[in-house]
């Protein structure tokens, strides 16, 4: 279990933490020059064989309330200081809102410094403290009149008696329900040491990892890998939700790290600059408008921010809105956080995350607000289920483990949940949304045949065009394939059409083109035009440039200018090579094309630029770039 002080400045934070652990918290001269806290300071004193209570006492200078907010980031339990000499102060109001806006909801009270006041003076500071803390979540916390200068004093040994009994009787310290997550610990501290390297310390706010463990620096996406653990101040095999620990890792540079970076597991973060969050400022005078600045913490980091509202009013449960930052930051659903005025003098309130990965577009839409009140449920506990239900192209499985926070295999889906495989990443789809997602594709099918009834169908990207212009290029695909699978629609060289829409060329056609397609099939890359292969069979011209045109309107030929018609698999091979080429940079030129498929440049460019018409790739200046994960489909039978 980790306790966390909070107060006033010389209210004897650090002096009671002595009294408690027997431990001085603080490291700095300047600190023990000045009496006072400047940095966080960590104590640990063992409960049982089992159990050890941790301790981080932080600062209580208003100047250094954003190492507090730091320091108090992952604790389980606070322990409010109020001298008994000065009573409720500001930084005592101000760290109390900072408990209650991380959500930090059990805790004691330490009125210290009793000796220097008498019986009557304790009294009047406990009705303060009770005024203080009614209507919050400690106004059951119990109050402790302590001296921490004497070494035998009840109200030290009560209140260390009721921490221990705490962490010795609660499972608050290794929580299963945290420890279920994805791993992730902020950094508060960085450090090396001769013959160990880089070593980082924090505490772990979800999931449990080990020596060994490959995890990522973030939001920077450095790998690392863990050589040795210290939990609690003890070496250990594990680190895990509820401990303070500090990991040495390897592959990492100390000076590549910093207080506010993250280490974790590599499915749980992704850097961003936009965050969608529910933001609750109450002690704000005036109305939220749109690019204030505002200072930000969570976790360990401290940035600043700029506003920008999805609502215009709070209607009492604060407001939506998007947080842009300048440099790159990691949260994840359900993260809460604190907001301090521009000058980082005042805190003005906090919030919860809710979408750490939001479009900077059509952020205030319907469907965006209804898409972040399905996030506020998941962070409420409400499941999976209304998430998925605000999702009709479902949610990536990577993006899904992120928003909950753990493992595919830890998350509870719907019964009716489908798990469509692409060839990017898993689609979670719930039955109802993929059926819906089938019927328009269906229904847009059957449009095209109506409006043109002679054609044998439509081309996959024309189709996605006209009918889900919006869905992933891996899951169209996937949708796609569903629907042939089962029989829905099928595919005809590079045509799409429904079942029963016939296109079949005449007899006397079928007939010709069996002896027109080997011999451009033997052509290879370079077939023989239609002036050759009309004179070659005795067939006229004209007749021949009619068959072989209805014939590429079918897909069993295709047209790359006029009058030079390539065979279905030479095509398939010349898409193949195209490919193969992109893979190294993502682009070909018409040079590199030329070379490798033997052609002249004027022909190469011809066939580039009908890659380019069908869809298959686009032109991005004087390259070529194939479109996402398209795949030509080759022919069949």
């Known amino acids: 279990m980790i306790v ?43 409960v049982d064989a089992t159990a050890t209570l941790g301790f981080v006492d932080v600062p209580g200078h208003e100047r250094f309330v954003h190492t507090m907010v730091a320091g108090a980031t992952g604790i389980d339990v606070a322990l409010l200081v109020v001298a ?84 010795a009787g609660t499972d ?54 863990v050589r040795s653990i210290h939990a609690q101040n003890q070496a250990s095999e594990q680190a895990m939700a509820g401990q303070r620990c500090a990991l040495n890792l390897a592959s990492i ?71 842009v930052f300048d440099t790159p930051v990691c949260a994840m659903c359900g993260d809460r956080f604190i907001a301090r005025d521009s000058a980082a003098t005042r805190t003005l309130g906090g919030g919860i995350v809710l979408d750490p990965d939001p479009p900077q577009r059509r952020r205030r839409s319907p469907a965006r607000l209804a898409w972040l009140g399905a996030l506020e449920q998941l962070a409420a506990g409400a499941g999976s289920g209304p998430l998925l239900q605000q ?75 006209s009918t889900l212009p919006a869905l992933a290029v891996s899951l169209w695909n996937a949708l796609l394939q569903d629907l042939l699978d089962d029989g829905s629609v099928q595919r005809v060289g590079a045509w799409w059409r429904l079942p029963g829409h016939d296109h079949a060329p005449p007899e006397r056609e079928r007939l010709l083109l069996q002896r027109v397609l080997p011999r451009l099939h033997a052509g290879g890359f370079d077939p023989p035009w239609v002036r050759t292969v009309a004179t070659d069979l005795g067939l006229a011209e004209d007749e021949l440039r009619a068959v072989l045109r209805r014939a590429a309107a ?15 698999a030479r095509i398939a091979e010349l898409a193949a090579i195209l490919a193969q080429l992109s893979h190294a940079t993502g682009t070909v030129d018409a040079a590199a094309f030329r070379d490798a498929i033997g052609l002249g440049r004027k022909r190469s460019i011809q066939i580039l630029e009908f890659f380019n018409r069908v869809g298959y790739t686009r032109r991005v200046g004087d390259h070529h770039r194939p479109r996402g994960d398209l795949q030509w489909n080759a022919p069949h039978g």
């Not at 079918?554 to 279905?568: K, S």
Request: proline fraction near 5%; charge should be negative.
């Open 84 to 167: 008994a000499d000065d009573g409720v102060m500001p930084q005592t109001r101000e760290h109390l809102a900072i408990l209650q806006l991380l959500g930090v909801d059990r805790g004691a009270v330490a009125l210290t410094k009793i000796d220097r006041v008498d019986v009557a003076r304790i009294a009047q500071v406990e009705i303060q403290i009770a005024a203080l803390l009614a209507r919050t979540s400690l106004q059951d916390a119990p109050v402790f009149a302590c001296n921490s200068l004497d070494a035998d004093d009840a109200g030290v040994a009560a209140l260390r008696s009721h921490l221990h009994a705490w962490a």
């Open 172 to 225: 608050s310290a290794h929580p299963a329900e945290r420890q279920g997550e994805l791993f992730r610990m902020p950094v508060d501290r960085v450090f090396s040491l001769a013959g160990h390297g880089t070593l980082v310390t924090g505490a772990v706010h979800g999931g449990v990892t080990g020596v060994g463990a490959h995890l990522q620096l973030m939001p920077a996406g450095n790998e690392v890998r």
């Open 4 to 46: 966390g002080t909070a107060g006033h400045i010389d209210h004897g934070k650090t002096r009671l933490v002595r009294a408690l652990t027997g431990i001085e918290t603080d490291r700095l001269p300047e600190e023990r020059t000045r009496g006072i806290s400047i940095e966080i300071g960590y104590a640990y004193v063992p």
């Open 554 to 568: 079918r897909g069993d030929l295709f047209q790359i200018v006029p009058d030079l018609f390539y065979a279905p």
């Open 253 to 323: 540079a100390r000076d590549a790290i910093d207080r506010g970076d993250w280490i974790a597991d590599p499915r749980a973060l992704l850097a961003t600059t936009r965050v969608d969050v529910r933001l609750r400022l109450p002690a704000l005078a005036a109305p939220l408008r749109d690019w204030a600045p505002l200072h930000i913490h969570w976790g360990t980091m401290h940035r600043q921010a700029r506003v920008v509202l999805l609502e215009d009013d709070d209607h009492g449960n604060g407001q939506l809105v998007q947080l």
């Open 391 to 465: 999702a009709p192209a479902g949610v990536s499985l990577a993006a899904l483990q992120r928003y909950c926070r753990r493992a595919i295999e830890q998350i509870e889906l719907p019964e009716d949940a489908r798990r469509i495989a692409t060839r990017q990443d898993t689609v979670i789809i719930l039955a109802a949304h993929w059926q819906a997602l089938r019927d328009q594709v269906v229904s847009s099918l059957r449009d095209w045949h109506e409006r043109r009834p002679d054609e044998p169908g439509v081309d996959s990207g024309r189709l996605q065009r």
